[in-house]
């Protein structure tokens, strides 16, 4: 059974501090990982990482994949109280399983 | 774009009752997907269709949950009877093939969500 484990599950830090979350995977025919922030409603997506260490970057905020080790992490510099949100890490795999199978999220909480 | 459309926002009901939440995809997305969410479990996949063919079920709960989609702009999740242990907030997300045989989807994009309190 595919597993995503995301850690930390929260984390509070002040405003303008940068923060990483980190997610690892197991995954039978790993095809991608995306990262969604969910705040009070729908998951809304931020990155999808197919290949090792390509880092995605928009704004503040940057991914980077490594399917070597398993794992990617999601940065965000300079934080700001508006990142407040729940990050969620996901993955796809091969073989026709072409839905996402979730991390359980790291709540993350920017205080002013 | 409207985004994905889903209905009722919020449903009550008691336990016993049939429940069914309605979705339209994303126009010319041919991928469909429901998901469920609790504090305890987190996100779920359910259930896809592509090009309104269901796919993959595996992660229906039970036989009391059924979905369908009739054409490429629309799909129920049907509970029947329904049970308190069925209240969650149920996602539905629509994606494109990536275009490319074997690839992977394009990113999925969620609907707001119904939150479902069956008591």
């Known amino acids: 059974e595919d597993k995503v484990v995301q850690s930390p599950l929260s984390l509070v830090v002040h405003e303008g501090d940068t923060v990483t979350l980190n997610c690892s995977y197991e995954v039978t025919n790993f095809r991608s990982l995306l990262w969604y922030k969910q705040e009070k409603k729908a998951p809304t997506f931020l990155f999808m990482l197919t290949s090792s260490g390509i880092e995605k970057k928009s704004g503040r905020l940057s991914s980077i994949l490594d399917k070597k080790e398993l794992f990617s992490i999601l940065n965000i510099t300079a934080t700001q109280t508006g990142d407040s949100a729940v990050y969620l890490c996901a993955t796809t795999s091969g073989g026709g399983a072409d839905g996402l199978t979730f991390g359980k999220g790291t709540h993350l909480i920017i205080q002013p | 774009d409207a985004g994905v459309i889903q209905s009722p926002r919020h449903e009550v009901t008691e336990m016993g009752q049939e429940v069914t939440l309605r979705c339209k995809p994303i126009s010319g997305h041919d991928y469909l997907f429901w998901y469920r969410q609790t504090m305890m479990r987190g996100l779920e996949l359910l259930i896809y269709f592509n090009n309104n063919v269901p796919i993959d079920d595996s992660g229906m709960p039970e036989d009391r949950f059924s979905a369908k989609m009739p054409n490429a702009s629309f799909s129920t999740l049907k509970i029947q009877p329904s049970e308190p242990r069925d209240s969650a907030v149920y996602f539905c997300?629509?994606?494109?093939?990536?275009?490319?045989?074997?690839?992977?989807?394009?990113?999925?994009?969620f609907g707001p969500g119904t939150r479902l309190t069956v008591t």
């Open positions: 997300a629509s994606s494109l093939a990536a275009g490319r045989a074997g690839g992977p989807l394009r990113e999925q994009y």
